[in-house]
């Protein structure tokens, strides 16, 4: 395992904080949609951009015949539709349809609030963190 020192270790401390603090958030998503987590992730890939099977599993991180098992079930559903991929018409891809939208506007307006232990930072440290994060942000898009 490949190890960069402290930006591996950083990295680490902020998964496991998230990790450690959406349960609740996860649970208010699951009761509100009535859907399995994994199908929540699924559309939550799908609202940045249409994937194939492939592409889905590889962004949700699981294999490739559960995401198929997802696909279908969100199909049925009516939240996701697979169409011919036109750029290549062997390869179909999946899109959300007007209620998988509608769907991941109920996902977005569940209430995830700030863990109490951010609670330790001042106005001064929270000003740092979101110029950090804004920094991060940019970052990463101007690689994207």
Same mark, same amino acid.
Do not use: Y
């Given at each position: 395992?490949?190890?960069?020192?402290?930006?591996?270790?950083?990295?680490? @401390?902020?998964? +496991?904080?998230?990790?450690?603090?959406? =349960?609740?958030w996860k $649970?208010?998503? *699951?009761? /509100?949609?009535?859907? &399995?987590?994994?199908?929540?992730?699924?559309?939550?890939?799908?609202?940045?951009?249409?994937?194939?099977?492939?592409?889905?599993?590889?962004?949700?991180?699981? @294999?490739?015949? +559960?995401?198929?098992?997802?696909?279908? =079930?969100?199909e049925a $559903?009516?939240? *996701?539709? /697979?169409?011919?991929? &036109?750029?290549?018409?062997?390869?179909?891809?999946?899109?959300?349809?007007?209620?998988?939208?509608?769907?991941?506007?109920?996902?977005?307006?569940?209430?995830?609030?700030?863990? +109490?232990?951010?609670?330790?930072?001042?106005?001064?440290?929270?000003?740092?963190?979101?110029?950090?994060?804004?920094?991060?942000?940019?970052?990463?898009?101007?690689?994207?």
């Amino acid at each position: 395992m490949s190890d960069s020192g402290p930006v591996d270790q950083i990295w680490r @401390d902020l998964a +496991a904080l998230v990790i450690e603090n959406q =349960d609740s958030w996860k $649970r208010a998503v *699951v009761d /509100r949609l009535g859907l &399995p987590f994994s199908r929540v992730r699924i559309l939550k890939r799908l609202s940045r951009a249409p994937m194939t099977v492939k592409e889905l599993a590889a962004a949700a991180t699981i @294999d490739a015949p +559960a995401t198929t098992v997802a696909v279908n =079930d969100l199909e049925a $559903r009516g939240l *996701v539709v /697979r169409q011919v991929d &036109p750029a290549n018409r062997r390869c179909k891809r999946v899109s959300l349809t007007e209620a998988g939208r509608s769907a991941v506007r109920e996902i977005d307006a569940v209430h995830d609030p700030a863990p +109490a232990v951010l609670s330790v930072l001042d106005a001064d440290d929270l000003t740092e963190l979101r110029r950090i994060l804004d920094k991060m942000s940019g970052a990463e898009q101007d690689r994207g």
